[in-house]
């Protein structure tokens, strides 16, 4: 019953916007009771309604194989657990496909079982999402501060403009918080994150400053026909 519920709720959200994720039911719930109270601005938009910007700052900041892998980048994988191995600064190696499985589906945590279905998550929807769906959804439901959450609420909070509008240094600025967004600010940013701001804006300019999905539809395509 689980699977057939897990695919139908995946095949669902290919078109339906996701109203509330479980992390947010949980961040509601631990504010309950705090001095500021409970905070949850989260304003779905389509990708189009996103700043091409903040895609690709994203992409820079924490998955530069998106449009390449299949949800796992194996690459990523390995150096992570060689690093940890050795001792050195835990490191992740989560995909911006895995990031949406937990955040839409599950929650968070590092134990096996919620690893396991997180990759379960992760196949199905890089199975029934394109690259484009998976990227909307992903910057609409991600956490971009203290009850802040997707790229229309965030570019509201921290730089009072719409996700369209936001500018190379606002999108770098905003993807230079995500590994940590309830301990760093966008703006104003401390030295840490300019820091990495102006990293990600580095990375953004080997890229082009464009993020082209068709390109890596098209190199696929074109390895198809070389097989036949």
Not at 72 to 97: H, Q, V, Y
Not at 206 to 216: A, E, I, S, V
Request: charge should be positive; aromatic fraction near 12%; charged fraction near 25%.
């Amino acid at each position: 019953m689980f699977f057939i519920l897990s695919i139908v709720s995946v095949i669902i959200f290919r078109w339906i916007p996701i109203p509330i994720t479980p992390l947010m039911v949980i961040r509601c719930g631990e504010q309950i009771g705090s001095e500021k109270g409970m905070i949850m601005k989260h304003d779905w938009v389509p990708l189009e309604n996103i700043s091409p910007k903040l895609q690709l700052a994203v992409v820079c900041s924490e998955d530069q194989n998106y449009l390449k892998h299949f949800g796992f980048d194996m690459g990523a994988i390995k150096k992570a657990m060689k690093e940890n191995e050795e001792g050195k600064r835990f490191r992740g190696a989560s995909t911006i496909t895995q990031q949406t499985a937990k955040n839409v589906f599950l929650w968070p945590g590092r134990s096996y079982l919620r690893k396991g279905l997180e990759a379960w998550f992760t196949l199905l929807i890089e199975v029934c999402w394109s690259k484009e769906r998976i990227m909307e959804v992903y910057l609409n439901s991600i956490e971009m501060g203290n009850g802040i959450y997707g790229a229309e609420a965030a570019s509201q909070f921290w730089f009072n403009k719409t996700a369209a509008q936001l500018t190379k240094d606002d999108a770098a600025a905003i993807a230079a918080i995500l590994p940590s967004p309830l301990n760093y600010k966008a703006n104003p940013a401390n030295g840490y994150i300019q820091k990495r701001k102006a990293w990600v804006k580095q990375q953004m300019n080997f890229w082009g400053n464009k993020l082209d999905y068709n390109k890596y539809k098209d190199d696929d395509e074109k390895q198809e026909k070389k097989k036949k």
